[in-house]
Nanobody, 123 residues
């Protein structure tokens, strides 16, 4: 059974930092693109950052570029999202996902989703 399990969410003050983790299990993800998404109330789910499981190439949405960093540890089957200088607008449920792309890591078909972790940023 394939699972993506997120952790690390919580309540943080504006300007603070959090690190989200996503542990992947149940299959080999070599060749997959991994990504972090978020969804705020009343808004569509948006892709924040992505990375190829077996590579270093990354993509970031403009809204998080320079503040968030995506990384992976293949030995631990874990993907991370380091979030710095958090803003109230970053409040949302954050999801990790895995899928396959056709050459562009900011456009990939999702095969697996995690259950999500809540991030709340207070002023």
């Amino acid at each position: 059974q394939v699972q993506l399990v997120e952790s690390g969410g919580g309540l943080v003050q504006a300007g603070g930092s959090l690190r989200l983790s996503c542990v992947a299990s149940g299959r080999t993800f070599s060749g997959y693109t991994m990504g972090w998404f978020r969804q705020a109330p009343g808004k569509v789910r948006e892709l924040l950052a992505s990375i190829r499981w077996s590579g270093s190439r990354t993509y970031y949405a403009d809204s998080v570029k320079g503040r968030f960093t995506i990384s992976g540890d293949n030995a631990k089957n874990t993907m991370y999202l380091q979030m710095n200088n958090l803003k109230r607008d970053d409040t949302a449920v954050y999801y990790c996902a895995a899928g396959l792309d056709l050459g562009s890591i900011d456009d990939f078909t999702i095969s697996y989703w995690g259950q999500g972790t809540q991030v709340t940023v207070s002023s």
